[in-house]
């Protein structure tokens, strides 16, 4: 049966079963040539020496060796035993979970990095902000009470309030120049000094500075600012230089009772309590001596300079609205100019008059002057400089502190005595100043402020009367009872 051939071509069933299936390793006449591979390795012994019938075998399974050999991968891949491929996949999945992990743990790592990077740097960053306002509100401070100290050590041997305060505002020539080398310093598009001056002249309007605008924009508030400074130098003369500080801080009310009514400011409880509060403390200070000798004129001077200053400011904001560090500067800078020009004037008619004469000219202490105007000059450079790159707050309170500032020398240096009056009109008056900052919103902000404690409290006693229950639960069970606490 198997040496006989059927009619298709197929010697035996195995070759039809073959052909079948499909199997690509089949040719005709595979079944025989198998059977007879197989007939002769058994015929030849282990050991025994069989060259002809191996050289026979050898060219007849020739075709069937490449077959076999062209099969080889996926026959030893079907003769695997399921266990090796378990093992093979587990061993995949492990190694594949054992990269993801170090992945992630390395991802984990690295953010944790960068997240303790940042941290680092927001603190640095914050810590040299508080860094540089201090120092802002120091140097504030500091320049102001030099200021005033200066004032009273050249009246020691100048007597001549009006000359100090002209020489003192024709150094606000150099503000703009002092600020176009702050420019050149630390701008990358650098500009020239005409086509700055220009940009800054548009606080004037768009045309710019015209002479038109010179004389009309620029001689009131000159004389403002003249009126502000020497009646400042006036109460100087007759009060200590504590006493006229704080009551130069009565500005901050007038500022506000002046913006009220001229420009419709908002209405605050707070500031109307602040000015009533600056009031009463103009009032002690003024009975503080009985309401008469220099005590009362010298009062008077410090209030009318806190006057002039606050109408500076609302007319300022009225006319020229807000400006930034260059604008400020070219004002001022112009402030000076005009300064030089048309009041030079007033200061040659007081000395042929002799009503401040000072002779010889090699006589005038020209240090203690220079002194005077270079600090008043960085006052006003920090002042414009402080409310551009820190808050206007922070100037407000580097002025305030120029009150204990003075307060402290007058009394380690002058030996003053401060009567109780003058103390408490000093301390009501820094009081209602401090008001005066508070921001508009403060109502709003107290109570969410408020609400926010009330809630944290209600939260954490939530979270105490939990705890309170676990453990006295877990202590009931231990003891073989178990309680529910009431709420």
Not at 32 to 58: D, E, F, L, W
């Amino acid at each position: 049966m198997d040496g006989k051939a059927a009619p298709n071509g197929v010697a035996t069933i195995e070759d039809r079963i073959l052909r079948i299936t499909g199997y690509y390793g089949y040719y005709p006449g595979y079944s025989s040539q198998k059977s007879a591979s197989r007939s002769s390795v058994i015929q030849c012994k282990p050991g025994g020496n069989c060259p002809s019938r191996h050289r026979g075998m050898t060219r007849q399974l020739s075709p069937l060796s490449v077959a076999e050999d062209s099969a080889a991968p996926i026959l030893e891949l079907q003769n695997r035993s399921p266990s090796g491929i378990c093992r093979h996949s587990r061993v995949e999945r492990q190694s594949r979970s054992g990269r993801n992990q170090g992945t992630q743990v390395h991802t984990e790592s690295s953010s944790q990095e960068a997240e303790g990077q940042t941290r680092c740097q927001s603190c640095t960053s914050t810590f040299l902000k508080l860094i540089w306002r201090f120092l802002i509100i120091l140097s504030v401070s500091s320049s102001w009470v030099g200021t005033t100290q200066f004032v009273k050590i050249t009246f020691e041997t100048f007597d001549c309030p009006f000359f100090m305060t002209w020489f003192s505002t024709n150094w606000n020539i150099m503000i703009f120049p002092i600020y176009y080398s702050g420019h050149l310093a630390t701008a990358q598009e650098k500009q020239s000094p005409i086509k700055k001056f220009r940009e800054c002249s548009r606080i004037f309007g768009e045309d710019g500075l015209t002479l038109k605008l010179f004389l009309k924009r620029t001689a009131p508030f000159s004389i403002l600012w003249t009126l502000t400074n020497y009646l400042y130098l006036l109460a100087l003369k007759k009060l200590t230089a504590t006493d006229v500080s704080a009551l130069f801080c009565c500005n901050k009310a007038f500022v506000f009772l002046l913006s009220w009514i001229v420009l419709k400011d908002r209405f605050m409880g707070a500031r109307i309590v602040a000015a009533i509060m600056a009031i009463t403390g103009i009032v002690m200070m003024a009975y503080a001596d009985g309401f008469q000798g220099d005590s009362i004129i010298g009062v008077a001077y410090a209030v009318g300079s806190a006057s002039t200053s606050a109408l500076y400011k609302v007319l300022f904001k009225m006319f020229l609205g807000s400006a930034n560090f260059g604008e400020a500067a070219h004002f001022v800078s112009t402030l000076g100019f005009f300064n030089f020009i048309f009041i030079s004037i007033t200061p040659i008619i007081l000395y042929f008059t002799k009503v401040e004469y000072w002779y010889p000219f090699s006589a005038v202490p020209w240090g203690y002057l220079c002194g005077v105007a270079g600090l008043w000059l960085a006052f006003n450079i920090l002042v414009n400089v402080g409310v551009v790159l820190t808050y206007p707050i922070l100037i407000s309170i580097g002025t305030v502190l120029s009150v204990p500032g003075n307060a402290a020398v007058d009394l380690l240096k002058h030996k003053m005595i401060f009567s109780v009056v003058r103390l408490g009109a000093t301390i009501i008056i820094c009081m209602g100043f401090l008001l005066m900052l508070l921001p508009e919103e403060w109502d709003e902000i107290t109570l969410r402020f408020i609400n926010s404690l009330k809630e944290k409290k209600s939260e954490d006693h939530a979270e105490d009367m939990t705890e309170s229950s676990v453990h006295t639960r877990s202590r009931s069970r231990a003891n073989g009872t178990v309680s529910i606490p009431l709420a």
